[in-house]
């Protein structure tokens, strides 16, 4: 055999090698929703399913396949050639379960959502979302993950655990609120509250950051929040599928943290998973001089300086 022949051969094999899996087996790998191509390069080189992150960048590109990649739960030969792994990538992943998280769920709602798709057992997803030994190994110093979700549209395996989707429901929550530019976990704690608060309270945009200043006006004058959102909070803790649309005098006496009638500041945790609008508004208040706002019945709210004014308007609209 000649030298040309010799080098032929090789580069055959070569390329035989690159484009056939090597014999090490195939690995399970879940590819989050949200994410872009590096984040899933970089995913994939962790699982050990590409050899080179800029490798599988560079044959995405030369494909054209950067905006295919979907989510979803794939089984993958390891080191496979990049060529496969994009053709596998862009044919969805297999038991892929997608599930919508909407703005203002409790851990408790959310849970009957996961529940309700087959994903969760409830009790546990509860119980881990307020074990302190698991909420430190996500990185977080609080003792519920109340407000930790962010609401977003999330594909799941079925072959996924309660800690894995948990998991994955606050690594998304901190991947979306870093462009938010929070410089403190006690900051991004303390807005999440308010915010939380906002959303349960207002229904239209452009009223998030009118009642985010009132609440914040009546933080700086030393006023209590009288927030019934925080007392509804309280009244269906653990309780999904409480439906009581009013509250009575004996509701507001209730002894609690949350009980924003009885205490000053803010409760000591969020209420709900708050949307982005309601963050940004917590973030950046309307510039007003409200304290007080009451419902009209119609989604809307009558805003007021005063406590004459206030009480004008409850006789009014209540």
Known sequence: ??????????????????????NLGKTE???????????????????????????????????????????????????????????????????EIIVTIPEGLTIYETAQVLLHHGLVDESRFIELCRAENFISELGLGVSSLEGYFFPD???????????????????????????????SAD???????????VEKEAKYEDERPVIARVFLNRLETRRPLESCATV???????????????????????E????????????PGPICSPGESSIKAAISPADVDYLYFVAKGDGRHHFSRTFKEHVAAKDRYQ
């Not at 549209?153 to 929070?182: D, M």
């Not at 704690?189 to 308010?194: D, E, M, N, T, Y």
Request: charged share 20%; net charge positive; with cysteine.
């Open 256 to 267: 609690s943290p949350y009980n924003t009638y009885l205490h000053l500041g803010l409760p």
């Open 187 to 197: 900051s991004i704690h303390q807005v999440l509250i308010l915010a939380s608060i």
């Open 153 to 183: 549209t999330y594909s799941f395996s079925s072959l996924q655990n309660e800690e894995s989707i948990i998991t994955t429901l606050v690594n998304n929550f901190s991947k979306r609120i870093a462009p938010f530019g929070l410089m």
């Open 1 to 22: 055999m000649n030298k040309e022949s010799i080098i032929v051969a090789i580069i055959v094999v070569i390329l035989a090698i690159w484009w056939q899996p090597l």
């Open 232 to 254: 509804f909070y309280i009244l269906k803790a653990g309780e999904s599928r409480y439906k009581k649309q009013r509250l009575t005098d004996r509701d507001i006496r209730i």
């Open 29 to 95: 790998v879940t590819v989050p929703d949200s994410v872009n191509a590096r984040e899933i390069a970089e995913c994939l080189a962790d699982e050990r399913i590409v050899r080179n992150v800029d490798e599988f960048l560079f044959w995405l590109k030369v494909t054209g396949r950067e905006r295919d990649l979907k989510s979803g739960t794939y089984e993958l030969y390891k080191y496979k050639n990049p060529i496969y792994l994009i053709g596998q990538l862009t044919m969805g992943g297999r038991s």
